[in-house]
Protein backbone atom coordinates (compact mmCIF):
# COMPACT_ATOMS: atom_id res chain seq x y z
CA UNK A 1 0.00 0.00 0.00
CA UNK A 2 1.16 3.44 -1.54
CA UNK A 3 1.85 6.39 1.52
CA UNK A 4 0.92 9.32 0.29
CA UNK A 5 2.65 12.53 1.30
CA UNK A 6 0.75 15.57 2.80
CA UNK A 7 2.32 17.37 -0.16
CA UNK A 8 0.89 14.69 -2.65
CA UNK A 9 -2.35 16.80 -2.25
CA UNK A 10 -1.47 20.04 -2.41
CA UNK A 11 -1.53 22.74 -5.47
CA UNK A 12 2.19 23.74 -6.89
CA UNK A 13 1.53 27.17 -4.98
CA UNK A 14 0.92 25.78 -2.18
CA UNK A 15 4.11 23.49 -2.02
CA UNK A 16 6.29 26.14 -2.97
CA UNK A 17 4.55 28.10 -0.09
CA UNK A 18 5.54 25.62 2.32
CA UNK A 19 9.28 25.27 1.20
CA UNK A 20 9.25 28.85 1.56
CA UNK A 21 8.60 28.57 4.71
CA UNK A 22 11.01 25.84 5.85
CA UNK A 23 13.44 28.12 3.91
CA UNK A 24 12.39 30.94 5.95
CA UNK A 25 13.38 29.38 9.22
CA UNK A 26 16.68 28.35 8.16
CA UNK A 27 17.38 32.03 6.98
CA UNK A 28 16.30 33.70 9.97
CA UNK A 29 18.92 32.61 12.67
CA UNK A 30 21.86 32.78 9.82
CA UNK A 31 24.28 35.67 10.29
CA UNK A 32 25.19 38.45 8.31
CA UNK A 33 28.98 37.18 6.36
CA UNK A 34 26.90 34.13 5.26
CA UNK A 35 24.03 35.96 3.52
CA UNK A 36 26.28 38.48 1.90
CA UNK A 37 28.29 35.70 0.89
CA UNK A 38 24.94 33.93 -1.00
CA UNK A 39 24.42 37.79 -2.03
CA UNK A 40 27.97 38.31 -4.13
CA UNK A 41 27.46 34.61 -5.51
CA UNK A 42 24.78 35.94 -6.78
CA UNK A 43 25.79 38.85 -8.29
CA UNK A 44 29.03 36.83 -9.69
CA UNK A 45 26.32 35.14 -10.96
CA UNK A 46 24.71 37.50 -12.95
CA UNK A 47 27.44 38.49 -14.86
CA UNK A 48 28.70 35.17 -15.99
CA UNK A 49 25.37 33.95 -17.10
CA UNK A 50 24.71 37.61 -18.74
CA UNK A 51 23.69 35.86 -22.40
CA UNK A 52 21.44 33.61 -21.10
CA UNK A 53 19.40 36.24 -19.22
CA UNK A 54 19.42 38.47 -22.41
CA UNK A 55 18.75 35.84 -24.81
CA UNK A 56 15.56 34.53 -22.50
CA UNK A 57 14.47 38.23 -22.54
CA UNK A 58 14.66 38.59 -26.18
CA UNK A 59 12.12 36.22 -26.25
CA UNK A 60 9.35 38.40 -23.62
CA UNK A 61 10.42 41.13 -26.10
CA UNK A 62 9.17 39.33 -29.43
CA UNK A 63 5.83 38.23 -27.68
CA UNK A 64 5.49 42.02 -26.37
CA UNK A 65 5.49 43.49 -30.11
CA UNK A 66 3.72 41.32 -31.31
CA UNK A 67 1.36 41.89 -28.71
CA UNK A 68 1.45 45.41 -29.75
CA UNK A 69 2.99 46.61 -26.24
CA UNK A 70 3.63 50.26 -25.56
CA UNK A 71 7.62 51.39 -26.08
CA UNK A 72 7.18 52.28 -22.23
CA UNK A 73 5.88 49.08 -21.13
CA UNK A 74 8.89 47.10 -23.22
CA UNK A 75 11.62 49.70 -21.89
CA UNK A 76 10.69 48.32 -18.45
CA UNK A 77 10.20 44.66 -19.61
CA UNK A 78 13.76 45.21 -21.52
CA UNK A 79 17.40 43.48 -20.12
CA UNK A 80 20.81 44.57 -22.12
CA UNK A 81 24.16 43.10 -20.44
CA UNK A 82 24.79 46.95 -19.57
CA UNK A 83 21.30 46.45 -17.42
CA UNK A 84 22.00 43.49 -15.95
CA UNK A 85 25.48 44.47 -14.71
CA UNK A 86 23.62 47.36 -13.31
CA UNK A 87 21.47 44.89 -11.28
CA UNK A 88 24.26 42.95 -10.49
CA UNK A 89 25.84 45.88 -9.06
CA UNK A 90 22.86 46.83 -7.25
CA UNK A 91 23.41 43.17 -5.84
CA UNK A 92 26.71 44.51 -4.27
CA UNK A 93 25.41 47.62 -3.32
CA UNK A 94 22.89 45.34 -0.76
CA UNK A 95 26.05 43.33 0.83
CA UNK A 96 27.76 46.30 1.84
CA UNK A 97 24.43 47.71 3.72
CA UNK A 98 23.91 46.80 7.21
CA UNK A 99 22.14 43.75 8.10
CA UNK A 100 19.33 44.65 10.01
CA UNK A 101 17.88 41.35 11.40
CA UNK A 102 18.80 41.97 15.55
CA UNK A 103 19.11 45.29 15.93
CA UNK A 104 17.73 46.69 18.89
CA UNK A 105 15.04 49.17 17.68
CA UNK A 106 14.85 50.15 22.06
CA UNK A 107 16.11 48.15 24.97
CA UNK A 108 15.67 49.69 28.83
CA UNK A 109 15.93 47.81 32.24
CA UNK A 110 12.69 48.35 33.79
CA UNK A 111 11.94 48.95 37.67
CA UNK A 112 11.38 45.88 38.49
CA UNK A 113 14.96 44.81 36.77
CA UNK A 114 13.67 43.23 34.12
CA UNK A 115 15.95 43.84 30.82
CA UNK A 116 13.25 44.69 27.73
CA UNK A 117 15.13 44.65 24.20
CA UNK A 118 12.78 44.80 21.14
CA UNK A 119 15.12 43.63 18.12
CA UNK A 120 14.58 43.35 14.30
CA UNK A 121 13.41 40.02 13.15
CA UNK A 122 12.57 38.87 9.70
CA UNK A 123 8.91 38.80 8.66
CA UNK A 124 9.31 35.57 7.10
CA UNK A 125 7.98 34.55 3.74
CA UNK A 126 7.16 37.88 1.66
CA UNK A 127 5.32 37.04 -1.88
CA UNK A 128 5.75 39.76 -4.51
CA UNK A 129 2.97 40.06 -7.38
CA UNK A 130 4.65 42.56 -9.95
CA UNK A 131 3.83 43.55 -13.23
CA UNK A 132 6.69 43.52 -16.60
CA UNK A 133 9.82 44.65 -14.61
CA UNK A 134 11.97 41.82 -14.48
CA UNK A 135 14.86 43.71 -12.05
CA UNK A 136 12.07 43.42 -9.80
CA UNK A 137 13.28 39.91 -9.39
CA UNK A 138 16.52 40.19 -8.34
CA UNK A 139 16.04 43.16 -6.43
CA UNK A 140 12.96 41.89 -4.47
CA UNK A 141 15.36 38.54 -3.88
CA UNK A 142 18.44 40.60 -2.91
CA UNK A 143 16.56 42.31 0.12
CA UNK A 144 14.51 39.72 1.28
CA UNK A 145 17.78 37.38 1.81
CA UNK A 146 19.63 40.12 3.01
CA UNK A 147 16.87 40.50 5.63
CA UNK A 148 16.25 37.08 6.29
CA UNK A 149 13.41 36.30 4.54
CA UNK A 150 12.25 33.55 1.85
CA UNK A 151 10.57 35.04 -1.13
CA UNK A 152 7.68 33.98 -3.58
CA UNK A 153 8.00 35.63 -6.48
CA UNK A 154 4.80 36.15 -9.35
CA UNK A 155 6.05 38.34 -12.00
CA UNK A 156 3.83 38.97 -15.17
CA UNK A 157 3.28 36.80 -18.05
CA UNK A 158 4.64 39.34 -20.19
CA UNK A 159 8.43 38.49 -18.20
CA UNK A 160 8.13 34.76 -17.83
CA UNK A 161 11.14 33.80 -19.94
CA UNK A 162 13.39 36.56 -18.06
CA UNK A 163 12.26 35.86 -14.69
CA UNK A 164 12.06 32.02 -15.24
CA UNK A 165 16.22 32.57 -16.23
CA UNK A 166 16.78 34.61 -13.54
CA UNK A 167 15.44 32.56 -10.59
CA UNK A 168 17.28 29.70 -11.95
CA UNK A 169 20.37 32.13 -11.56
CA UNK A 170 19.70 33.10 -8.19
CA UNK A 171 18.50 29.73 -7.14
CA UNK A 172 22.25 27.96 -8.37
CA UNK A 173 24.09 30.94 -7.01
CA UNK A 174 22.31 30.56 -3.27
CA UNK A 175 22.55 26.70 -3.51
CA UNK A 176 26.05 27.21 -4.37
CA UNK A 177 26.67 28.90 -1.56
CA UNK A 178 25.01 26.74 1.16
CA UNK A 179 21.90 28.37 1.83
CA UNK A 180 18.31 26.66 1.01
CA UNK A 181 17.48 27.17 -2.72
CA UNK A 182 13.90 27.44 -2.20
CA UNK A 183 14.56 30.46 -0.49
CA UNK A 184 13.91 32.13 -3.48
CA UNK A 185 10.79 30.49 -6.01
CA UNK A 186 8.93 31.76 -8.86
CA UNK A 187 5.61 31.23 -8.26
CA UNK A 188 4.19 28.39 -9.85
CA UNK A 189 2.05 28.69 -13.09
CA UNK A 190 1.10 31.88 -15.34
CA UNK A 191 -2.93 32.44 -14.74
CA UNK A 192 -4.36 34.43 -12.44
CA UNK A 193 -5.27 31.24 -10.33
CA UNK A 194 -2.01 31.25 -9.20
CA UNK A 195 -1.99 34.66 -8.06
CA UNK A 196 -5.22 34.22 -6.21
CA UNK A 197 -4.35 31.25 -4.61
CA UNK A 198 -1.13 33.34 -3.59
CA UNK A 199 -3.24 35.62 -2.02
CA UNK A 200 -4.99 33.09 0.00
CA UNK A 201 -2.10 31.67 1.48
CA UNK A 202 -2.77 33.23 4.72
CA UNK A 203 -0.51 31.01 8.05
CA UNK A 204 1.86 30.29 4.92
CA UNK A 205 2.87 33.39 3.36
CA UNK A 206 3.44 36.57 5.78
CA UNK A 207 3.33 39.22 3.68
CA UNK A 208 2.41 40.10 0.20
CA UNK A 209 4.07 43.31 -1.99
CA UNK A 210 2.09 44.27 -4.78
CA UNK A 211 4.34 46.38 -7.70
CA UNK A 212 2.69 47.52 -10.70
CA UNK A 213 -0.92 49.80 -11.99
CA UNK A 214 -3.30 50.78 -10.25
CA UNK A 215 -5.57 47.93 -11.40
CA UNK A 216 -2.82 45.55 -9.70
CA UNK A 217 -2.57 46.99 -6.82
CA UNK A 218 -5.63 47.74 -5.92
CA UNK A 219 -6.63 43.66 -6.79
CA UNK A 220 -4.35 42.38 -4.55
CA UNK A 221 -5.22 44.86 -1.68
CA UNK A 222 -9.02 44.41 -2.06
CA UNK A 223 -8.95 40.66 -2.23
CA UNK A 224 -6.24 39.34 -0.69
CA UNK A 225 -6.89 37.61 3.16
CA UNK A 226 -2.82 37.96 3.75
CA UNK A 227 -1.35 40.92 4.83
CA UNK A 228 -0.04 43.31 2.13
CA UNK A 229 2.12 46.47 2.09
CA UNK A 230 0.50 49.08 -0.69
CA UNK A 231 2.70 50.41 -2.98
CA UNK A 232 1.20 52.89 -5.24
CA UNK A 233 0.61 54.37 -8.86
CA UNK A 234 2.88 57.92 -9.30
CA UNK A 235 1.07 60.58 -9.92
CA UNK A 236 3.90 63.36 -9.33
CA UNK A 237 3.49 66.77 -9.32
CA UNK A 238 6.30 69.21 -10.03
CA UNK A 239 5.30 72.71 -9.06
CA UNK A 240 6.92 76.40 -9.97
CA UNK A 241 6.55 78.89 -7.52
CA UNK A 242 6.46 82.32 -7.91
CA UNK A 243 10.04 82.74 -6.49
CA UNK A 244 11.53 80.37 -8.71
CA UNK A 245 14.90 80.30 -10.50
CA UNK A 246 13.54 79.38 -13.95
CA UNK A 247 16.31 78.01 -15.13
CA UNK A 248 16.86 75.53 -12.04
CA UNK A 249 12.75 74.95 -13.13
CA UNK A 250 13.24 74.12 -16.24
CA UNK A 251 16.44 71.67 -15.14
CA UNK A 252 14.16 70.16 -12.47
CA UNK A 253 11.17 69.76 -14.76
CA UNK A 254 12.83 68.19 -17.95
CA UNK A 255 14.26 65.77 -15.58
CA UNK A 256 11.47 65.08 -13.63
CA UNK A 257 9.74 64.07 -16.63
CA UNK A 258 11.62 63.11 -19.59
CA UNK A 259 14.72 61.22 -17.95
CA UNK A 260 12.88 58.06 -17.52
CA UNK A 261 9.01 58.79 -18.32
CA UNK A 262 8.36 55.07 -17.86
CA UNK A 263 8.73 54.92 -14.00
CA UNK A 264 6.60 55.75 -11.06
CA UNK A 265 8.48 58.39 -9.66
CA UNK A 266 8.58 60.43 -13.50
CA UNK A 267 6.52 63.68 -12.71
CA UNK A 268 3.41 63.57 -14.58
CA UNK A 269 1.64 66.89 -14.02
CA UNK A 270 3.36 70.33 -13.85
CA UNK A 271 1.70 73.38 -11.81
CA UNK A 272 2.85 77.17 -12.23
CA UNK A 273 2.51 80.03 -9.90
CA UNK A 274 -0.19 82.24 -12.22
CA UNK A 275 2.91 85.40 -10.89
CA UNK A 276 5.58 83.24 -12.99
CA UNK A 277 3.72 81.71 -15.87
CA UNK A 278 4.75 84.76 -18.52
CA UNK A 279 7.80 84.38 -18.21
CA UNK A 280 8.32 80.75 -17.33
CA UNK A 281 5.36 78.49 -19.45
CA UNK A 282 7.17 79.58 -22.92
CA UNK A 283 10.28 78.49 -21.75
CA UNK A 284 8.90 75.41 -20.31
CA UNK A 285 6.79 74.41 -23.41
CA UNK A 286 9.96 74.97 -25.48
CA UNK A 287 11.58 72.75 -23.24
CA UNK A 288 9.29 70.04 -23.22
CA UNK A 289 8.86 69.96 -26.99
CA UNK A 290 12.41 69.11 -27.70
CA UNK A 291 12.03 66.86 -24.91
CA UNK A 292 9.19 65.07 -26.77
CA UNK A 293 6.91 65.54 -24.44
CA UNK A 294 3.20 66.43 -25.08
CA UNK A 295 1.14 68.96 -23.14
CA UNK A 296 -2.43 68.29 -21.45
CA UNK A 297 -2.92 72.26 -21.02
CA UNK A 298 -5.45 73.61 -18.85
CA UNK A 299 -7.04 76.90 -20.67
CA UNK A 300 -4.59 78.96 -19.09
CA UNK A 301 -1.72 77.03 -20.17
CA UNK A 302 -2.74 76.59 -23.70
CA UNK A 303 -3.24 80.54 -23.84
CA UNK A 304 0.93 80.48 -23.62
CA UNK A 305 0.97 77.64 -26.37
CA UNK A 306 0.13 79.73 -29.60
CA UNK A 307 3.53 80.36 -30.49
CA UNK A 308 5.28 77.58 -28.81
CA UNK A 309 7.29 74.55 -30.64
CA UNK A 310 5.17 72.60 -27.90
CA UNK A 311 2.58 69.77 -29.08
CA UNK A 312 -0.22 70.68 -27.03
CA UNK A 313 -3.97 69.25 -26.30
CA UNK A 314 -6.17 70.10 -24.11
CA UNK A 315 -6.56 68.58 -21.03
CA UNK A 316 -9.70 66.39 -19.79
CA UNK A 317 -10.47 65.99 -16.49
CA UNK A 318 -9.14 62.63 -16.69
CA UNK A 319 -5.78 63.89 -16.94
CA UNK A 320 -5.25 65.30 -13.64
CA UNK A 321 -5.56 61.68 -12.16
CA UNK A 322 -3.36 60.11 -15.29
CA UNK A 323 0.13 58.33 -14.39
CA UNK A 324 1.31 58.31 -18.04
CA UNK A 325 4.46 56.47 -17.87
CA UNK A 326 5.15 58.12 -21.37
CA UNK A 327 6.13 61.39 -22.86
CA UNK A 328 3.21 63.64 -21.46
CA UNK A 329 2.54 65.81 -19.05
CA UNK A 330 -0.49 67.25 -17.77
CA UNK A 331 -0.35 70.82 -16.80
CA UNK A 332 -1.78 73.89 -15.18
CA UNK A 333 -1.64 77.30 -13.85
CA UNK A 334 -2.63 78.20 -10.32
CA UNK A 335 -3.17 81.37 -8.25
CA UNK A 336 -0.88 80.44 -5.61
CA UNK A 337 1.01 77.94 -3.59
CA UNK A 338 -2.10 77.04 -1.48
CA UNK A 339 -4.38 76.35 -4.46
CA UNK A 340 -1.35 73.94 -5.96
CA UNK A 341 -1.65 72.30 -2.58
CA UNK A 342 -5.54 72.06 -3.41
CA UNK A 343 -4.83 70.51 -6.19
CA UNK A 344 -2.02 68.49 -5.36
CA UNK A 345 -4.27 67.05 -2.66
CA UNK A 346 -7.11 66.16 -5.07
CA UNK A 347 -5.33 64.39 -7.28
CA UNK A 348 -2.38 63.01 -5.98
CA UNK A 349 -1.37 59.51 -5.38
CA UNK A 350 0.94 59.94 -2.56
CA UNK A 351 4.00 59.13 -4.17
CA UNK A 352 6.17 62.30 -4.63
CA UNK A 353 5.57 66.08 -5.30
CA UNK A 354 8.14 68.85 -5.64
CA UNK A 355 8.39 72.95 -5.26
CA UNK A 356 11.00 74.92 -6.97
CA UNK A 357 11.35 78.04 -5.10
CA UNK A 358 13.83 80.38 -3.55
CA UNK A 359 11.53 81.70 -0.87
CA UNK A 360 12.22 79.79 2.46
CA UNK A 361 8.65 80.65 4.07
CA UNK A 362 6.89 78.72 0.71
CA UNK A 363 9.27 75.80 0.73
CA UNK A 364 8.15 75.25 4.95
CA UNK A 365 4.85 75.48 3.78
CA UNK A 366 4.84 73.23 0.40
CA UNK A 367 6.27 70.55 2.56
CA UNK A 368 4.10 70.94 5.74
CA UNK A 369 0.88 70.87 3.84
CA UNK A 370 1.55 68.20 1.36
CA UNK A 371 1.30 65.01 2.44
CA UNK A 372 3.24 62.47 0.06
CA UNK A 373 5.60 60.17 0.90
CA UNK A 374 8.52 62.78 -0.48
CA UNK A 375 8.10 66.03 -0.95
CA UNK A 376 11.20 67.21 -2.73
CA UNK A 377 12.40 71.03 -2.67
CA UNK A 378 14.48 72.42 -5.24
CA UNK A 379 15.08 68.71 -6.55
CA UNK A 380 13.59 66.33 -9.41
CA UNK A 381 10.95 63.81 -8.58
CA UNK A 382 13.35 61.04 -10.09
CA UNK A 383 15.13 60.92 -6.50
CA UNK A 384 12.32 59.03 -4.98
CA UNK A 385 14.34 55.72 -5.33
CA UNK A 386 15.87 53.05 -2.64
CA UNK A 387 18.91 53.25 -4.76
CA UNK A 388 19.36 57.13 -4.70
CA UNK A 389 18.31 57.10 -1.05
CA UNK A 390 20.98 54.42 -0.24
CA UNK A 391 19.21 51.99 0.96
CA UNK A 392 20.68 49.61 -1.64
CA UNK A 393 18.11 48.45 -4.32
CA UNK A 394 14.46 48.88 -3.03
CA UNK A 395 11.62 46.48 -2.74
CA UNK A 396 9.00 49.26 -3.72
CA UNK A 397 7.89 52.95 -2.91
CA UNK A 398 5.13 52.21 -0.36
CA UNK A 399 2.28 54.96 -0.22
CA UNK A 400 0.55 53.87 2.59
CA UNK A 401 0.99 54.99 6.30
CA UNK A 402 1.56 51.74 8.15
CA UNK A 403 4.74 50.13 8.82
CA UNK A 404 6.47 51.41 6.15
CA UNK A 405 6.23 54.66 3.84
CA UNK A 406 7.90 55.45 0.55
CA UNK A 407 11.35 53.76 -0.35
CA UNK A 408 11.58 50.12 1.12
CA UNK A 409 14.84 49.16 2.24
CA UNK A 410 15.96 46.19 3.86
CA UNK A 411 14.47 48.02 7.62
CA UNK A 412 11.05 47.98 6.38
CA UNK A 413 11.45 43.92 5.54
CA UNK A 414 11.57 43.62 9.11
CA UNK A 415 9.12 42.99 11.90
CA UNK A 416 10.42 43.48 15.73
CA UNK A 417 9.61 41.17 18.95
CA UNK A 418 10.52 41.78 22.47
CA UNK A 419 12.98 39.65 24.17
CA UNK A 420 12.48 39.94 27.85
CA UNK A 421 15.42 38.67 30.38
CA UNK A 422 14.57 38.11 34.25
CA UNK A 423 16.45 36.35 36.88
CA UNK A 424 12.88 34.36 38.34
CA UNK A 425 10.79 37.27 38.16
CA UNK A 426 6.81 36.75 39.14
CA UNK A 427 4.17 38.80 38.42
CA UNK A 428 2.41 39.39 41.37
Not at 23 to 42: F, S
Not at 222 to 248: K, Q, R, W
Not at 411 to 422: D, Q
Request: glycine residues 6%.
Amino acid sequence: MTTLSPYDSMSPVTRAAYRAKAAAADLAPLPRAVKDDALAAIADALEVRTSEIVEANAKDIAKAREAGTSEAIIDLLTLTPERVRAIASDVRDVVALPDPVGEVVRGSTLPNGIDLRQVRVPLGVVGIIYEARPNVTVDAAALCLKSGNAVLLRGSASAYESNTALVRVLRDAVGGAGLPADAIQLVPGESRDSVRELMRARGLVDVLIPRGGASLIQTVVTESVVPVIETGVGNCHVYVDAHADLDMAIDILINSKAQRPSVCNAAETLLVHQDIAPEFLPRALDALAEAGVTVHADPRVLAYAKDSKATVVEATPDDWDTEYLSYDIAAAVVDSLDRAVDHIRLWSSGHTEAIVTTSQQAARRFTQLVDSTTVAVNASTRFTDGGQFGFGAEIGISTQKLHARGPMGLPELTSTKYIVTGDGHIRR
